[in-house]
C-alpha cells in the first residue's frame, strides 16, 4: 500500500504540473490517476525481474554444463537458484501472471537478455551467493536469498537504468517502490501457491488501499479549487517580504496543507504541520521547513477564526499556542 506520505508527494508533483490558466480539474484528476496506476506497472516489472533472473540462471547454468572444456563445478552444477521453491512458487502465482499480463512485462530480446546476464556474472562473485549455495535446503533459505537477491537487482545500475528508462515518471519513484516490493516479499510465507494474494502498489481490491487513494484525489481537487484564495493569505502575512521572493514550491506546498486543513477533518492539525514540514525538506529549499511551519501555525489561528477548520479526534493544536512567540515571526 501507497503511504500517504508519498501520495501526498504524488499529489504535489500533480498540482505542480497542472497550473495551467484555467485549471482543467478533470484532466489534472484523469492524469493524476494514470500516474499512481503506472506505480503497479513499475512494481510488476520489479517483481518480475526478480522472477525471470532465476529464469536466467539456469540458462547459463545449462550452456555452462555443455561446453567444449568445461570445469568440474560447470559439469555438476549447483542448481540452487532456478531451483529456488520461494521464486518457483511467485512465477506459479496467478496473481503475480495476471498483474505481468496486465502490465505487458517483456522480457524478450537480445538486450534485455544480455542485462541478466551481467547481472548473473556479478551475482557470482558474490560471498552471499556462495553462502547461499552451501546452505541448507528449505523455503525459508530460498526466500531470505530472493529477497537479497531482489535488493541486488534493483541496485544493478544497468538493470535499473534500462526499468526506469521506460517511463520519465519512473527514476524517481523507483526506490520507493522497490522499498515496498522489499516490504511485501517479507511477508510472504511457506503458504504462498497458485491463489495467494500479491498486493499490487496501489491495490483497488484492497479497501486501505481505495481509501488513501480517494484522501490523495480529494486533496489534489481541493488544492487546484482554491490557489488564489491562499496566495493571498500567503501575502497578508508576509512581513517586510514580497510574495514574489517566496520559493514557488513553498506556495504549493502550503496551497495543499490549507486544502488539507480544511477539508479533512479527521486528519489533526499538527500531522497535516509536521507532513508538510516534511515535504518541504524533500521538494523544497533548506529553510522552507522554518516558513512552512512559521506560516501555516498562522493560517490555523486565521481559519480556527473563520470557522474553517472543524477538527475531531486526538493529536489537534493547543488553541493557546502563540506560533509568533515560538517561531520568531512577530
Known amino acids: ?7 501526498r508527494s504524488k499529489v504535489l508533483q500533480s498540482v505542480y504540473a497542472s497550473l ?12 493524476f490517476k494514470h500516474n499512481i496506476y503506472r506505480l503497479n ?5 520489479q517483481l518480475s525481474a526478480l522472477v525471470h533472473f532465476a529464469e536466467v540462471a539456469g540458462v547459463m547454468i545449462d550452456e555452462a554444463q555443455h561446453k567444449y572444456l568445461p570445469t ?9 537458484l532456478p531451483n529456488n521453491a520461494f521464486l518457483l512458487k511467485m512465477a506459479e502465482n496467478y496473481d503475480y501472471r495476471h498483474h505481468c499480463k496486465e502490465s505487458n512485462v517483456n522480457w524478450g530480446g537480445v538486450d534485455y537478455d544480455e542485462l541478466f546476464r551481467q547481472a548473473y556474472v556479478a551475482l557470482v562473485k558474490l560471498p552471499e551467493y556462495t553462502e547461499y549455495l552451501s ?3 528449505s523455503f525459508a533459505e530460498d526466500q531470505q536469498f530472493a529477497i537479497k537477491l531482489f535488493k541486488f537487482l534493483m541496485n544493478h545500475e544497468p538493470l535499473r537504468d534500462n526499468l ?19 516490504m511485501m516479499l517479507k511477508t510472504l510465507n511457506e503458504e504462498l501457491d497458485e491463489s495467494t494474494l500479491i498486493p499490487l502498489m496501489h491495490d483497488d481490491r484492497l479497501e486501505k488501499d481505495v481509501e488513501a487513494y480517494e484522501f490523495s484525489r480529494q486533496l489534489l481537487l ?17 512581513k517586510g517580504w514580497e510574495f514574489e521572493r517566496v520559493a514557488h514550491m513553498d506556495v504549493l506546498l502550503l496551497n495543499m496543507a490549507v486544502a488539507e486543513l480544511t477539508s479533512f477533518p479527521s486528519i489533526p492539525e499538527r500531522v497535516t504541520v509536521d507532513e508538510y514540514i516534511e515535504l518541504s525538506k524533500e521538494f523544497s529549499t533548506e529553510r522552507s521547513k522554518l516558513f ?15 470557522g474553517r477548520i472543524n477538527k475531531t479526534g486526538r493529536g489537534l493544536i493547543d488553541p493557546s499556542f502563540n506560533p509568533d512567540e515560538e517561531n520568531g515571526y512577530a
Open 1 to 7: 500500500m501507497l503511504s500517504r506520505h508519498f501520495l
Open 20 to 31: 495551467a490558466d484555467p485549471v482543467d480539474l478533470a484532466v489534472a484528476e484523469k492524469n
Open 41 to 45: 506497472d513499475l512494481g510488476t516489472y
Open 72 to 80: 568440474e563445478s560447470e559439469r555438476n552444477p549447483n542448481r540452487r
Open 135 to 137: 546452505s541448507e535446503e
Open 164 to 182: 526506469v528508462s521506460k517511463s520519465l515518471l519512473w527514476e524517481d519513484d523507483f526506490d520507493q517502490i522497490a522499498q515496498y516490493n522489499f
Open 222 to 238: 481541493a488544492t487546484l479549487r482554491h490557489t488564489d484564495e491562499v496566495e493571498n493569505m500567503i501575502r497578508s502575512h508576509l
Open 292 to 306: 512552512i511551519n512559521g506560516i501555516l501555525d498562522k493560517f490555523i489561528i486565521e481559519l480556527r477564526s473563520a
